[in-house]
């Protein structure tokens, strides 16, 4: 499997400027043609940090409260990348029963974690270069989620 570099794909997702969080949802909506959900879920997430979720319908992207915004912007864009990739990752580990409700009559999950996978490896960058994409010109204090 050959994969697009990194950079070229978020240009395309982006262009060459700044962007927030919202704008890349949106955008990965239209290519989609589905909603794209961010979903703060409280309750066991084991080793988890993140997880994609596919309907018929839409998409959650599900990650438990972080005390650290920067690291759970990361945790989101690993699975955005994914959905940006079209890809599936369904050997996941373990996952706790109140995930599990959230995955019913789902079509496909996959949920952040790293192995040596070139999949994985690609989702990576791209979540360190969109974080920092995102995070450019904007104040520490603001808020990703509401830009």
Known sequence: MVLPPVEEKIRELCGN?????????????????KPINLVEHE???????????????????????????HYKLHCIYHELGHIY?????????????????????????????????????WVEDFAFMMSKKTRAGSSAALDPFLC
């Open 43 to 69: 309750g066991e997430w084991g080793t988890l940090t993140a997880l994609k979720v596919e309907f018929e319908d839409y998409i959650n992207v599900l990650f438990p409260p972080q005390k650290s915004l």
């Open 85 to 121: 990739l079209e890809s599936l990752d369904l050997a996941v580990p373990k996952i706790s029963q109140s995930l599990l409700q959230e995955t019913t009559d789902a079509i496909n999950v996959s949920c952040r974690h790293i192995e040596d996978d070139p999949v994985e490896r």
């Open 17 to 33: 400027g700044n962007t927030s969080m919202t704008q890349v949802v949106e955008r990965l909506t239209t290519i989609c043609q």
